[in-house]
């Protein structure tokens, strides 16, 4: 075009040529174009650096020991579907002796160490923690299915911030509550989910050392590797025998932890189902329990909200981690007069994400954590499909192997959809309208759960009418997904009870009288 | 059924309502997403593509007060051919001098160059003139030869809420270009907040702008990634409503091929592949090019020369 004009314009006396008027696209042609213009080569971290031992044992009074069940169990990388390693499997013995091993420490050490110097074991750790980042990163990566970038970015340095935030209080335990003196509870039994191996170890364990009390924790059955190479990072900081025991394996070791009478304090993190389980075993005797358990989170956006970056919000809601956060956006409340809008962008905006290999630096979605949460995800979006959903999907090839789904949105939805009120617990986003912000009150409350919610307004005091409303835990005002270890972390009804994080979180390991 | 505009009738378009389109920008999410586009990690053929790319839609830039003939020479043959033959790397998209500097590279050039020739104009950087001198000097360097006008707003008009001033002084240089090529600069440096440059986006883009340019390189910030994020998504937006693609200059405080590239993945992940091109993705630059010539060349030699190997713009 501008070739054919270049003749007038050089015209001496600069005379006027009309202006240049640009192509106008015809509508039906408006669209973006994400395709192969520009691909990103392969840009895997490389994992070799890190090998894996074919076994791993139970960590039990500062050693790795063989179990007395005598049976592993085999874990995976859910993105190959290979065979990573065996891991021991607990049994009520192995318990037993973790138990026992941690009540000795308690009694003996522990308990009775002065709080500065359980606070310089705590900052040891973390500090080791930031040294070995990477390859923890790594293995977190391999054994989870979550990709590098959240494990390099997000998982680890939030690791090492627990661990230094609550390494801060060991030594002012005794004017974090004032008026009460805060007394260790013993030993602890914690539990923890599958989708921050590390992170929810941290969160569990920092707390619970920093007030003197010594633990025994199970890791969730297809990501164990993590927390046993914590347990390696354990000895190397001289920790204690004892302090911490880790106890590998499925539910009946969870069971046998949560039924072991010389345990003063249950700690669960993971679905609502067990949860309640757990509740009914620990009634009726002395242990403390606290529980955080599942969410069905609504991200509400008002028309006034800032679209583009709440469209974020709704990505880092629901895409984040694969959709395994209990506290993921999974239903998305859209104010009617931007609701086309909305889901225009979030349809252009889950194209560009990229689905694949975990160890690729380039990868926003990792694999499924396991075949049977594949199996409940596509059970729930099928039952929403069949209740007259429509589905968005993510246009992009996976892999042949492993556990994959993409990113997925489903419209049309009602309250009366199972989607709208099961915990999916995958990258899959139920979207639905409202009018006004009392209806969106009202459908955002309308769920058992309470752990999270966002808000997305342009308007200060809307955002505070709302929250002091909302029945959750954790209120997100636009953004979404933001944690620091300062900040308490729970939820309301069936999400659970209990605060973890912050003083709350220290005091849930505190007797205070 | 009557459709609810055929009893509007005939009543003209500026008296019917239209809710304000404009959206608001949030601070933090958008530098945040922007952010996020560095995290990429760009390797082997990708990287390689990308600086070649980068390469060719430099507008490679002079704008000092003691340009000369002899020194827009030596910026004209860099853009036609930034390094030798043999590493395959496109030419620059343009220069960018002077008004008084584009009849000698117009010379240097010739008429049919694969690179052409922008000049800033209405009274760069300041744009503190009155309309009659700029749409002058803007009718006078087109017929220099300029290809391409990087035209400054009236700031102070924008920031004083004359955003109709603003407007119609776009829309006139917009015809004081004829054929050539029109860039809005908003020097986003000086309008501070997100929320200004998405309007002021959205006027210069309604006023007949053919690119929106971040800054004139002569402010701090000039170019950042979180405000050409938005003014990214003004333009997506603006296409969606229009159908016009409307290009983006990012331009000052560019200087390094990492930068670079974190622009070129911005615009793929937010426009698309039909931004990715010189037509519609410019970056003003003086010394990037260098730094992308550095790794190409490490690209393909594996290690890095010394800068004496480059020559100098």
């Not at chain 1, 010594?214 to 990501?223: I, R």
Request: net charge positive; with cysteine; hydrophobic share 40%.
């Amino acid at each position: 075009m501008k070739a054919k004009t270049q003749d007038a314009k050089i015209s001496p006396k600069g005379s006027v040529v009309p202006a240049m008027a640009p192509p106008v696209i015809p509508l039906k042609d408006r669209h973006l174009n994400f395709g192969g213009k520009w691909e990103y080569a392969p840009s895997p971290e490389d994992a070799r650096a890190y090998p894996i031992a074919p076994r791993h044992e139970l960590f039990i009074n500062g050693k790795f020991v063989a179990p007395a069940s005598g049976t592993y169990f085999p874990s995976i990388n859910p993105a190959t579907e290979e065979q990573l390693t065996e891991i021991a499997e607990a049994n009520a013995a192995d318990v037993d002796a973790a138990v026992r091993a941690a009540r000795r420490a308690y009694d003996r050490v522990w308990g009775k160490m002065p709080a500065r110097e359980r606070g310089k074991y705590l900052y040891r750790i973390a500090r080791i923690i930031q040294e070995k980042a990477r390859e923890l990163a790594v293995l977190e990566t391999i054994d989870g299915g979550k990709p590098i970038k959240e494990s390099r970015d997000v998982d680890l340095p939030l690791v090492a911030a627990h661990f230094f935030y609550y390494a801060g209080w060991a030594d002012k335990l005794k004017y974090a509550f004032p008026g009460k003196t805060p007394r260790p509870l013993g030993v602890a039994g914690q539990i923890i989910p599958w989708n921050f191996p590390l992170l929810m170890a941290a969160w569990k364990l920092a707390p619970a050392l920093a007030c003197g009390n010594t633990v025994v924790l199970k890791p969730a059955e297809t990501t164990s590797l993590t927390a046993l190479r914590l347990a390696q990072i354990f000895q190397e900081a001289g920790l204690p025998e004892g302090v911490v025991n880790l106890v590998t394996g499925a539910g009946a070791t969870g069971a046998a932890i949560v039924n072991h009478p010389d345990i003063n304090k249950i700690a669960f993190t993971g679905s609502t189902e067990v949860g309640k389980l757990i509740a009914r075993a620990v009634a009726g005797s002395r242990k403390h329990l606290t529980l955080e358990l599942g969410g069905k989170a609504a991200n509400i956006i008002f028309e006034d909200a800032p679209l583009d970056q709440a469209v974020e919000g709704v990505i880092a809601g629901i895409y984040f981690n694969q959709g395994h956060v209990c506290c993921a956006g999974s239903r998305l409340l859209v104010q009617e007069g931007v609701y086309a809008r909305v889901v225009k962008k979030l349809r252009d905006r889950i194209q560009t994400l990229r689905v694949g290999n975990p160890l690729d630096k380039n990868t926003d979605i990792g694999a499924i954590n396991s075949a049977g949460q594949l199996a409940k995800i596509r059970e729930l979006v099928q039952s929403g499909l069949d209740e007259g959903a429509t589905l968005q999907q993510t246009q992009c090839a996976l892999p042949a192997r492993g556990f994959w789904y993409p990113p997925s949105f489903l419209t049309g939805v009602t309250h009366a959809h199972r989607v709208a009120q099961e915990e999916i617990f995958g990258p899959v986003l139920s979207v639905m309208t409202f009018r006004t912000p009392e209806e969106a009150l009202e459908r955002a409350n309308n769920t058992p759960y309470g752990l999270s919610a966002g808000i997305w307004t342009d308007k200060g005091s809307k955002i505070f009418k709302m929250a002091a409303k909302l029945n959750a835990g954790v209120i997100w005002a636009n953004c979404y997904n933001k944690f620091d270890p300062a900040s308490p972390f729970g939820g309301y009804k069936e999400s659970g009870f209990g605060r973890e994080g912050g003083l709350p979180g220290l005091a849930a390991y505190c007797r205070l009288d | 059924m009557m459709k609810a505009s055929a009893l509007v009738g005939k009543r003209p378009e500026s008296m019917r309502f239209h809710a304000p389109l404009v959206p608001t920008i949030d601070q933090i999410m958008v530098e945040e997403r922007a952010n996020a586009f560095t995290k990429r990690s760009l390797k082997t053929s990708a990287k390689l593509a990308g600086l070649k790319m980068a390469v060719s839609m430099c507008d490679l830039t002079t704008l000092e007060g003691k340009d000369t003939p002899g020194k827009v020479a030596y910026l004209c043959r860099k853009a036609v051919q930034p390094i030798e033959a043999k590493y395959g790397v496109p030419p620059c998209a343009a220069v960018c001098v002077y008004p008084n500097l584009v009849k000698p590279a117009r010379v240097f050039l010739g008429p049919n160059s694969p690179v052409k020739i922008a000049a800033v104009a209405t009274g760069f950087p300041s744009g503190q003139y009155p309309l009659r001198t700029k749409l002058e000097e803007v009718r006078r360097t087109v017929a220099d030869g300029a290809d391409e006008i990087d035209m400054v707003i009236d700031r102070g008009a924008f920031l004083a809420g004359e955003h109709a001033r603003m407007f119609d002084e776009i829309a006139a240089t917009k015809q004081a270009c004829g054929a050539a090529h029109l860039k809005v600069i908003l020097e986003t440096g000086e309008l501070v907040t997100y929320d200004n440059v998405r309007l002021a986006s959205d006027i210069a883009m309604r006023a007949g702008g053919d690119f929106i340019k971040t800054s004139t390189g002569k402010v701090s910030p000039a170019a950042t990634l979180p405000v050409t994020l938005v003014m990214l998504e003004a333009i997506r937006d603006h296409f969606f409503a229009t159908g016009v693609r409307i290009g983006m200059k990012p331009a000052g405080g560019i200087r390094t091929a990492k930068q670079a590239l974190a622009y070129l993945v911005m615009v793929k992940e937010t426009l698309g592949d039909d931004w990715l091109t010189p037509d519609l993705f410019r970056i003003g630059a003086s010394s990037l090019v260098t730094d992308l010539l550095m790794q190409i060349v490490k690209c393909s030699e594996a290690n890095y020369q010394a800068a004496d190997y480059f020559s100098l713009p």
